[in-house]
């Protein structure tokens, strides 16, 4: 397994690479935020949004947080795509070689999930180092403490596992040449979980929309249901983040043991 | 005496796909041996080589390499064998160096020293990206993955097909090396069949999924003849005799599967020899008649 292992990095080669600069970039842009927002035009811009009213405390210090963490998601998100992996394999019809290796179609699968395991080690890694700076190197200045940060690079991590779990079980699903679609498949299916675990919500914002569009919009009393903003999903996720954490070993193991049946019973598909 | 050892051994097996069928095949090949596996495009060669590397599994029959069943555990077996594609397979932008890498993780066996001999020999940069390699070069560079771990088996699906005449008697010096060695085999799957009247020792002739002719190359050779004929005189040759009758430059040409006797029995007929190209073609179109009068 360890020559598929190789082989499968030597595949991610040119990603390491633009995570590389990603990381450097980010870094430095993470950095600059972080200076801006103690004594720049950022921290000015909140000021003024504070004195009119705009914004509370603790409104700030989450949008703060959003921006680095969307900062921060985008080397994990570069390194953690295991479909590039059946991409590559696809293009190059490596399966049939792979096929008359002496390693079982366990191992074969395995070397898949093994590869994007050491990437997500390394984009975590990344994150965890952009942390450390942004939180303890420049202490003076920090605007999320180390905890917060490594809370949310757990969170960050768990969405990435989970939707490439998924991803790379759709592609041995499709089998080969069916990335783009196994990626799809991925968010419909993301979709669907997301609307059938909030079903109660989403059937009250229907509901409001159907009166406010038959009421019109100048007489609608607006919706009864309290509609979360991206501060209140984050606080919730971040406060769940050990079910997280849990929901994404299981769906990454069943993910895995599935991959293992499917390539078993298909054959031949990596 | 000892018994010869077959390599792989496959006994009827059947795959059915509902619009190709693999029809209780049987065949073996002995330890040391070429074995050329022929048949049309189509006419289910790849399909039988995925069976006996356990990539897909058979309906109903079973298949043994080196005396060992496969369901028991095919990878392992993998171990000895040496595997050639009609296409490459490997990345792009892979070197020698980079699938030496690879390939020394993977195989027990593997032989870094005689690999970066052969990139030498067939003239191969190691540095090279394989994805820069022209076809030739290509399939010499599988033929040198596949002799560097040892393999005690090489079995290729079309290694020749695409190639020039230079480069393909090259490939087949390159097996006759290999076969030097007596516990080594290849199956050799092709449809050029002037390749494996040079190299094999026999010969499975497979046609629309059935095997159709079996044994060693040199007496199937030796039994086959092509009598040119006029019409007329195609009703004086025993039925028995014939294989398939196709319209000639004269009259008639009839594949016949005894030689000696139809020059004995038909002294005043001219019977030449058959080669493996003539015989195969003789064959389908019999298999193609036979199945049209079924219907």
């Given at each position: 397994m360890k020559g598929l292992l190789i082989k499968n990095l030597m595949c991610m080669k040119k990603r390491i690479y633009v995570f590389a600069f990603l990381f450097v970039g980010v870094l430095i842009?993470?950095?600059?935020?972080?200076?801006?927002?103690?004594?720049?035009?950022?921290?000015?811009?909140?000021?003024?949004?504070?004195?009119?009213?705009?914004?509370?405390?603790?409104?700030?210090?989450?949008?703060?947080?959003?921006?680095?963490?969307v900062v921060m998601i985008l080397p994990i998100a570069e390194l953690v795509d295991g479909t590039k992996l059946f991409a590559s394999d696809s293009k190059a019809g490596f399966a049939k070689v792979a096929a008359g290796m002496p390693l079982s179609i366990g191992k074969r699968v395995s070397s898949f999930f093994a590869t994007t395991l050491i990437l997500l080690g390394i984009g975590i890694a990344a994150d965890v180092f952009i942390a450390f700076v942004l939180s303890v190197v420049l202490a003076?200045?920090?605007l999320i403490s180390f905890g917060d940060f490594i809370l949310?690079?757990?969170?960050?991590?768990?969405v990435m596992a989970m939707f490439n779990a998924l991803n790379m079980l759709f592609c041995i699903f499709l089998g080969p040449g069916k990335e783009q679609k196994a990626t799809e498949t991925t968010i419909t299916v993301i979709t669907i979980g997301l609307i059938l675990i909030n079903i109660k919500k989403v059937i009250w914002f229907?509901?409001?929309?159907?009166?406010?569009?038959?009421?019109?919009?100048?007489?609608?009393e607006g919706p009864e249901v309290e509609i979360s903003t991206v501060f209140d999903i984050i606080g919730w996720i971040k406060d769940k983040a050990a079910v997280l954490l849990i929901v994404t070993l299981a769906i990454s193991a069943l993910s895995y043991v599935a991959s293992i049946f499917i390539a078993k019973r298909k054959r031949g598909a990596v | 005496m000892d018994e010869i050892r077959n390599v792989i051994e496959v006994k009827n097996i059947t795959k059915d796909y509902g619009d190709f069928k693999l029809d209780n095949i049987?065949?073996?090949?002995?330890?040391?041996?070429?074995?050329?596996?022929?048949?049309?495009?189509?006419?289910?060669?790849?399909?039988?080589?995925?069976?006996?590397?356990?990539?897909?599994?058979?309906?109903?029959?079973?298949?043994?390499?080196?005396?060992?069943?496969?369901?028991?555990?095919?990878?392992?077996?993998r171990e000895d064998i040496g595997i050639v594609y009609d296409e490459m397979g490997f990345h792009e932008f892979m070197t020698g160096r980079d699938i030496n890498i690879m390939?020394?993780?993977?195989?027990?066996?593997w032989d870094e020293k005689a690999f970066f001999d052969y990139l030498n020999k067939f003239a191969l940069p190691a540095k090279k990206k394989c994805g820069d390699f022209s076809r030739g070069m290509r399939m010499k560079l599988q033929i040198a993955v596949a002799l560097s771990h040892n393999a005690k088996l090489l079995i290729m699906d079309e290694p020749t097909s695409g190639l020039d005449p230079i480069v393909r008697n090259e490939m087949i010096q390159i097996f006759r090396e290999y076969v030097v060695e007596e516990d080594h085999s290849i199956l050799l799957s092709s449809h050029i069949t002037a390749d494996?009247?040079?190299?094999?020792?026999?010969?499975?002739?497979?046609?629309g999924g059935k095997i159709v002719l079996a044994g060693n190359k040199d007496d199937m050779l030796e039994t086959h003849g092509l009598v040119k004929c006029k019409k007329e005189e195609l009703d004086s040759i025993s039925k028995s005799l014939i294989v398939n009758v196709q319209p000639g430059v004269y009259g008639c040409e009839v594949l016949v599967n005894d030689r000696a006797a139809c020059e004995k029995l038909y002294p005043g007929m001219v019977v030449e020899p058959a080669n493996l190209e003539e015989i195969m073609l003789f064959y389908v179109n019999k298999a193609a008649e036979d199945s049209k009068e079924a219907r």
């Open positions: 842009m993470a950095i600059m935020y972080v200076v801006s927002a103690k004594y720049g035009n950022i921290a000015l811009a909140y000021q003024n949004a504070l004195a009119e009213g705009g914004e509370d405390e603790f409104n700030i210090q989450a949008l703060s947080e959003i921006v680095l963490l003076d200045m920090a949310s690079i757990v969170v960050i991590a768990c229907a509901k409001d929309l159907i009166i406010t569009l038959s009421k019109g919009f100048n007489q609608a | 049987s065949f073996a090949v002995p330890e040391g041996s070429v074995c050329g596996f022929i048949g049309q495009n189509g006419a289910g060669k790849t399909t039988t080589i995925r069976l006996i590397l356990d990539v897909i599994r058979a309906d109903a029959g079973e298949v043994f390499l080196f005396g060992e069943n496969i369901k028991n555990d095919s990878a392992k077996l390939m020394k993780n993977i195989y027990k066996n494996l009247e040079k190299l094999a020792d026999t010969v499975v002739f497979i046609n």
